[in-house]
């Protein structure tokens, strides 16, 4: 790697941050490892990875039960990262913060309980046309079992939602619209504020599928008034299998349980049993407490940093891309909009994604090539799948021209 | 006389080591690729497809004095390059020499990569399909 990484502006020291990703050290394939598949997910600082061995190696307990201090540090730590969550989306309580394995989980769970409960024969949810399988299949299945319709916003050619088609499809039938915030085949942001306005003028209830905003975006749950907002801790440099659901306090409580075991009741006895408050009544089972705690240093790592300085360099990541990759003969950006965060997704004439994806690794670059769980929308291109780079905060103009270097050969070649 | 499975591989293990780099290798393998011929379309149909998640291969056997025959496509020209091996290792031998290949050059030349299960129609899958056709004629034969 280039030593002298360009200044990116005053202030957004890109070495030291770098410094933080341990895997930003290694090597694939004997290059320096150019790691442009964060939309999938995101690499892990230092203090993520330490909360992890902290947690096992020192207070590893089970929340919530125990008297003895293991239980009560790990309790604590489990904890703070909900206030974390909350401060972080600008929720009104932390009975509002559900923790759940990831964006998927989050979605199902309003699937099973809110949907299941509230969709009515002939009643109608909304989706769009550029969203993830997860926020697809959930609704899918619920709309069968509870003869429902599923009704989806088309896109238009640039990778936009076509919002007067919106409007069109919204009715007094609509109970449910569930939009993605940012495509992540795309990179588009979508005018969520404007869906939930016009979706709640109609007295439906509005799900934002937030795995690809929380990280680059501002969120304000109370300011976009969305009644459901999800997300995955792993795409925002904390660790796997964790998640959150945002839910609107009024609405979570009027919802049935999702999954029933330890940890969400109050009293069980073999005639009845009474749940647990909020936000316990959704945590079933002993919960993931490690993955938890350590969403909390991912949290404040972005907050040290801060999201409008993460953004502005991710920006200038994707401008600097965008600008190299239109040079390439043939070369089409599928999405291309001037409203979109870190990703860049296209397609070259004469190539087939999986080669480039192939070599390009072969040059320690990793990006992601196929349909990335988006299947509808690449039909909608009718492209198989597009090559998609995606950054982050700890990439840099000089790996973009790596991967400029290593994609006009592999071109050169495959043709 | 034809070679046998094993010959065939241990030319393609000699092949590769005058290789040094990965670069050579996967030109060598793109070569291949674009030198397979072509799959006439009407065998370009669903019940030929070994479809994964990102390319789509079209596999046909033919079955013929006791051997098979092997014809495919891809749209991945690297896929080509390998599925070019893969018949030029197994095509025209019997079913029971097919279903005893180890195809072991696979790891020799360090595409084990390709052998992995999430890539559905990396070699490992077109190994399965293509010994899959060889169980069918050999039941077929008794």
């Known amino acids: ?415 | 006389m034809m070679k046998t499975i094993e010959q065939t591989e241990t030319e393609i293990v000699e092949d590769f080591a005058l290789f040094d780099s990965w670069d050579d290798k996967y030109e060598y393998i793109i070569d291949l690729g674009k030198k397979l011929p072509p799959l006439p379309d009407e065998f370009k149909k669903d019940e030929n497809k070994v479809k994964g998640c990102q390319s789509t291969v079209w596999l046909v056997a033919d079955y013929r004095d006791g051997k098979v025959f092997f014809q495919a496509e891809s749209d991945a020209v690297i896929v080509k390059g390998l599925i070019s091996m893969l018949i030029r290792v197994l095509s025209g031998h019997s079913p029971e020499e097919i279903l005893a290949a180890k195809m072991d050059f696979i790891n020799k030349i360090g595409m084990t990569s390709h052998l992995a299960q999430t890539r559905s129609n990396g070699l490992l899958a077109m190994v399965k399909q293509m010994k899959h056709y060889a169980l069918a004629y050999s039941l077929r034969q008794n």
């Open chain 1, 1 to 415: 790697m280039n030593t002298t990484i360009e200044a990116t502006f005053k202030g957004y020291d890109i070495e030291s941050i770098r410094k933080d990703f341990p895997i930003l050290n290694r090597k694939v394939k004997g290059y320096p490892l150019v790691y442009f598949d964060n939309a999938a997910t995101s690499q892990k600082p230092q203090s993520v990875i330490d909360a992890l061995v902290h947690y096992y190696s020192y207070n590893n307990a089970n929340v919530h039960r125990g008297i003895h201090s293991l239980a009560e540090e790990a309790t604590a730590d489990f904890e703070a990262t909900r206030d974390a969550v909350k401060s972080f989306i600008n929720a009104q309580s932390r009975e509002e913060i559900i923790y759940t394995r990831g964006t998927t989980e989050s979605i199902n769970l309003v699937a099973y309980t809110w949907a299941k409960q509230n969709l009515a024969e002939g009643d109608e949810v909304i989706i769009s046309g550029m969203e993830h399988h997860s926020n697809i299949v959930p609704w899918q299945i619920i709309c069968e079992q509870n003869k429902a319709r599923l009704k989806v916003i088309p896109v238009n050619i640039n990778g936009e939602l076509l919002m007067d088609e919106f409007e069109n499809l919204l009715s007094d039938r609509t109970k449910l619209v569930a939009v993605n915030h940012v495509s992540n085949a795309m990179g588009t942001v979508n005018p969520v504020k404007t869906i939930i306005q016009k979706a709640h003028a109609k007295g439906a209830v509005v799900l934002i599928d937030g795995a690809q905003s929380a990280m680059h975006l501002d969120i304000d749950v109370q300011d976009l008034d969305c009644d459901f907002f999800a997300f995955s801790s792993h795409k925002l440099l904390g660790p796997t299998g964790m998640g959150i659901l945002y839910g609107k306090k009024e609405l979570l409580q009027t919802m049935p349980v999702f999954a029933g075991g330890g940890e969400m009741i109050r009293e069980v006895t073999f005639e009845k049993t009474t749940y647990n408050d909020l936000p316990y009544k959704f945590e079933a089972g002993t919960p993931n407490i490690a993955d938890a705690i350590a969403l909390k240093p991912a949290i404040d790592y972005i907050n040290k940093i801060g999201k409008e300085n993460i953004r502005r360099h991710e920006d200038m990541l994707l401008a600097h891309a965008t600008k190299k990759l239109k040079e390439i003969e043939g070369l089409k950006v599928i999405g291309d909009n001037d409203h979109k965060v870190s990703v860049v997704s296209f397609v070259i004439e004469g190539v087939h994604p999986q080669d480039i994806g192939v070599l390009l690794d072969n040059r320690g670059i990793a990006v992601r090539t196929g349909h990335h769980c988006a299947e509808p929308l690449m039909n909608h291109f009718c492209i198989p799948g597009t090559i998609r780079a995606s950054f982050a905060l700890y990439n840099t103009t000089e790996e973009i021209d790596l991967m400029m270097e290593a994609l006009n050969r592999a071109v050169k070649v495959l043709r």
